[in-house]
């Protein structure tokens, strides 16, 4: 997803922000790129799209060397509490997930 911040400020801090977003998203692309082989464009629109991956997926697209483990043991078991619902477009049993866990509303 693209990097984002809850900023407040004046008309010219918002630009600034907005600004810096802007470049760590292109950093974030270019270096997606090089490390998956996937053009920029392409991971630009992922990002974008807030696109979300199994671990399966994440692997046949590069963005990691191998997986390890019992896949069923890690959906099982969440590593930390997090809000997922401040994503526009994350998967629905993470959602439901963090209301169910109460995580919505945290700052994490």
Not at 38 to 46: G, L, Q
Request: some cysteine.
């Amino acid at each position: 997803h693209e990097p984002s911040n809850l900023a407040w400020g004046t008309a010219d801090d918002l630009r600034r922000e907005a600004g810096m977003l802007d470049k760590i998203s292109e950093t974030y692309a270019q270096t997606y790129a090089r490390a998956t082989g996937h053009p920029v464009e392409r991971i630009r629109a992922w990002m974008a799209a807030e696109t979300w991956m199994t671990a399966d997926e994440a692997l046949a697209l590069n963005f990691c060397d191998g997986l390890f483990g019992d896949e069923e043991a890690f959906q099982s078991e969440p590593v930390a509490a997090f809000d997922y619902t401040r994503f526009k477009a994350a998967p629905p049993e993470l959602v439901r997930l963090a209301a169910r866990n109460g995580w919505t509303g945290n700052a994490a």
